[in-house]
């Protein structure tokens, strides 16, 4: 029988298929590193997971509006106004089963067969096969590291045709960490302004920034014309550290507010009622929680960097925000790990793995098959004993 053409062109996960390879190691009792997981390592706050409990023992446990509670809209409405100098009204907000649900969402709302949508590579890997399942057409621009991976000018001006519907950017960027600056942001604001077209705008990563001189900016909140043509999305899963929850939530103009509420209310209903009830409590409640994770992870961003920093062959810029360091592993290719000859960033990671038990992820599927990147989101002492074992290959590799 011929199964959906669609389907088969979409590649599964290469990020998931990683942690599940480690844990299968793990299973078989190997003292397997792991820096595979963009997840962070926290527990959910305590307050949140008290208002979950409450909104089950006070009856929360139904169906919800498809776009969400109006306590959560509006919950989400007050943290864009306070935190991105953004006014939204609840009708234009839309909460879905995690982030990746809303950038789903947003792509199925937007593209018609054939539309095209820029995606600046590196580039988290779902965006590509996102917009192919939507009937898109990925367009990927390969940004330098000289521009610390940022699309420039020409760039743009390059990969644009009479079929690009949209640009999708992510500031703090995974997989390189990279935080746009107002500059990057004017450019684009005043490129798809110009072009009349979207921008998809994804904030995931926006409390994850760690030093003082870069701040997050939503390019929505850059003038009028360009928050009209500005999707924002954004979620708990990584500032709350709720990534089993699965909410995300989307801001959009009216008009594609509607079709994605409509496009939702057939596919999913409504997200979790509990996980909403816990959303408001994460966006409403007190935000020390969030400032102790960040610090924890600039103690390990500074230190992960310093590490590799010392080790030969490899280069990577100082992450500015998320939890990933981007290594450029090509320093080491023609050289040989025992029998094995390195000549890629995914033969880098297989002896890694088979070796020294460390699991990192190639970066083929993000668009830069050179690079490795090892997300930081563990432990300081899984940390130490992940690089260590990462400097012990290098330094035996001939
Ligand atoms: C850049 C980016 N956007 C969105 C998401 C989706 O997050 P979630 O669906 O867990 O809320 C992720 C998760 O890894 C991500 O890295």
Redo the contacts with the bound molecule.
């Keep these: 029988m011929k199964f959906s053409v669609k389907a088969e062109g979409i590649k599964p996960s290469s990020t998931l298929a990683i942690s599940a390879k480690a844990a299968q190691l793990k299973e078989q009792g190997l003292d397997i590193v792991t820096f595979g997981v ?1 997840e962070p390592d926290f527990d959910t706050p305590e307050h949140i997971k008290a208002a979950a409990i409450r909104a089950i023992e006070e009856g929360h446990t139904r169906y919800t509006p498809s776009s969400g509670t109006l306590e959560l809209r509006q919950a989400v409405c007050d943290k864009l106004k306070r935190e991105n100098d953004l006014e939204y009204a609840p009708s234009q907000i839309i909460i879905s089963n ?4 809303s ?1 789903m969402n947003v792509f199925m709302a937007i593209l018609n067969q054939g539309d095209e949508v820029i995606i600046p590579a590196p580039y ?1 890997l779902s965006y590509s096969e996102m917009v192919k399942i939507a009937g898109g057409t990925p367009v990927l621009v390969y940004t330098k590291k000289e521009n610390n991976f940022m699309l420039s000018k020409e760039e743009l001006v390059e990969a644009y045709t009479e079929k690009t519907k949209a640009i999708i950017i ?1 500031s703090p960027s ?1 997989p390189t960490g990279m935080v746009s600056t107002r500059e990057d942001l004017q450019m684009l604001a005043e490129f798809v302004v110009e072009k009349d077209i979207l921008i998809i705008s ?1 904030e ?2 926006e409390k994850l920034i760690y030093d003082e001189d870069k701040k997050h900016i939503s390019i929505a909140s850059l003038g009028k014309e360009i928050y009209d043509r500005t999707i924002v999305v954004n ?1 708990v ?2 500032s709350y550290a709720m ?1 089993g929850w ?1 909410i ?1 939530f989307t801001a959009a103009p009216i008009e594609i507010a509607k079709l994605i509420s409509s496009l939702q209310s057939h596919m999913t209903s409504n997200p979790n009622s509990i996980a909403q009830k816990a959303t408001v409590a994460a966006l409403n409640g007190p935000q020390d929680c969030v400032e102790k994770m960040r610090l924890a992870f600039k103690e390990r961003r500074d230190y992960i960097f310093e590490r590799e920093e010392k080790i030969p062959f490899l280069s990577a810029l100082k992450p500015e925000g998320a939890f990933y360091l981007f290594i450029d592993v090509s320093g080491i290719y023609g050289k040989k790990a025992g029998e094995i000859e390195i000549h890629s960033a995914a033969d880098f990671a297989a002896v890694l793995i088979e070796q020294k038990y460390v699991a990192v992820v190639p970066c083929a599927d993000f668009g830069m098959p050179d690079y490795i990147r090892l997300s930081y989101a563990t432990s300081m002492e899984m940390i130490k004993k992940g690089m260590d074992r990462i400097e012990e290959l290098v330094n035996e590799i001939q």
């Design positions: 963009g995690g982030g990746k649900h950038l988290w992510t995974n994804d995931i990563y979620g899963s990584k990534t699965r995300g």
